[in-house]
Nanobody
Framework: QVQLVESGGGSVQPGDSLRLACAAS????????MGWFRQAPGKEREFVAT????????YYSESVKGRFTISRDSAENTMYLQMNDLKPEDTAIYYC????????????????WGQGTQVTVSS
């Protein structure tokens, strides 16, 4: 059974940093991708960043490019999202997803999801 478990969320002030983690178990995603999405209240789930598991190629949404960094530890089967210079508009529940797709920015392309972790940025 595939499980994705996010951790690392919290409440911070604008300009602060957080590091999210997503631990995967149940299968290997070698040859696939893992990604981060977020969903704010009343909004659709939106793409944040993704990484190809084997080669580590990364893609980012324009809203986080230059502030967020996605990475993975293949040995630990864990993906990370380093979030710097956080802004109030980054407030959302952050979800990790995994799958085998080239359509990486669409949440419906990911068959596996974690339960989400809340990130709140407020002064």
């Amino acid at each position: 059974q595939v499980q994705l478990v996010e951790s690392g969320g919290g409440s911070v002030q604008p300009g602060d940093s957080l590091r999210l983690a997503c631990a995967a178990s149940g299968r290997s995603f070698s040859g696939g991708i893992m990604g981060w999405f977020r969903q704010a209240p009343g909004k659709e789930r939106e793409f944040v960043a993704t990484i190809t598991w084997t080669l580590g190629v990364t893609y980012y949404s324009e809203s986080v490019k230059g502030r967020f960094t996605i990475s993975r530890d293949s040995a630990e089967n864990t993906m990370y999202l380093q979030m710097n210079d956080l802004k109030p508009e980054d407030t959302a529940i952050y979800y990790c997803g995994a799958g085998f797709t080239s359509v990486f920015a669409r949440p419906e392309s990911y068959p596996y999801w974690g339960q989400g972790t809340q990130v709140t940025v407020s002064s």
